[in-house]
């Protein structure tokens, strides 16, 4: 009587452990397909972030090509400005010149009619 208890608990033993591996493997597959599943996500995240990133990167090439555009324009604009600048400047600066050259001929033709009435009348020493 007493075997036969213990071939029963050892069947029973078994028996459990089998449904038990059996559950494992049930288990086992659930983890795997959970596992397949989040690949599949990550991979479908993965694909909608590099399009975006690929978007984005557009949309800035774009940007900086207009940021350029306007920086060469402001460029261009202040180079004109400080033509203009330097032009005007240059012109007041030959203004003044020719005053200065006006004055000194003034100057120039005083002193020569000084000196000639010298020499066409001689002082009574």
């Not at 049930?26 to 990133?53: H, P, R, V, W, Y």
């Not at 261009?76 to 030959?94: G, N």
């Not at 020719?98 to 120039?108: H, K, N, P, V």
């Amino acid at each position: 009587v007493r075997r036969r208890g213990g071939v029963r608990r050892l069947r029973d033993t078994v028996l459990e452990g089998a449904e038990g591996e059996k559950a494992d493997v049930q288990e086992d597959d659930g983890e795997l397909i959970n596992l397949a599943e989040l690949f599949k996500k990550a991979q479908e995240e993965k694909t909608s972030s590099l399009e975006s990133n690929q978007a984005l990167q557009r949309k800035l090439v774009e940007y900086l090509r207009t940021v350029k555009k306007s920086d060469e324009q402001k460029d261009a604009e202040k180079s004109v400005t400080d033509q203009d600048a330097r032009y005007f400047k240059c012109l007041a600066q030959v203004n003044e010149l020719r005053d200065e050259m006006a004055r000194l001929r003034s100057q120039y033709d005083k002193t020569a009619m000084e000196m000639k009435k010298r020499c066409d009348f001689p002082s009574g020493d």
